[in-house]
């Protein structure tokens, strides 16, 4: 069945890196568009980047030039590097299959989506 499972979150001083990663199974990666989500507490879950089947990348304004997404088909996994962390990047990421939004998610969409378990990334002094 599809799972995908992210990893690589943790605590982060400002101005800091941290590298997501999203291992997928049960499908074939390279036909589809994985997004990049996070989720504040008290706040809608939200697109930050995704990652089209042809390479094609988006990005939110607010991780534009900070944040980076990438694939590795052959290891089924799609990557986010973030750098220059800020306390707003704050809050569980998750990767899901083929939904490429960049603003906030509706509750239908989360109901349709395969998602990871999320990872939780907190940016701190």
């Known amino acids: 069945q599809v799972q995908l499972v992210e990893s690589g979150g943790g605590l982060v001083q400002p101005g800091g890196s941290l590298r997501l990663s999203c291992a997928t199974s049960g499908f074939t990666l390279e036909n589809y568009n994985i997004g990049w989500f996070r989720q504040a507490p008290g706040k809608e879950r939200e697109g930050v980047s995704c990652?089209?089947?042809?390479?094609?990348?988006y990005y939110a304004d607010s991780v534009k030039g900070r944040f980076s997404i990438s694939r590795d088909n052959a290891k089924s996994t799609v990557y986010l590097q973030m750098n220059s962390l800020r306390p707003e990047d704050t809050g569980v990421y998750y990767c899901?299959?083929?939904?490429?939004?960049?603003?906030?998610?509706?509750?239908?969409?989360?109901?349709?989506?395969?998602w990871g378990q999320g990872t939780q990334v907190t940016v701190s002094s």
């Open positions: 899901a299959l083929d939904l490429c939004s960049l603003g906030a998610v509706s509750k239908q969409q989360i109901d349709l989506t395969s």
């Open positions: 990652i089209t089947g042809d390479l094609t990348t």
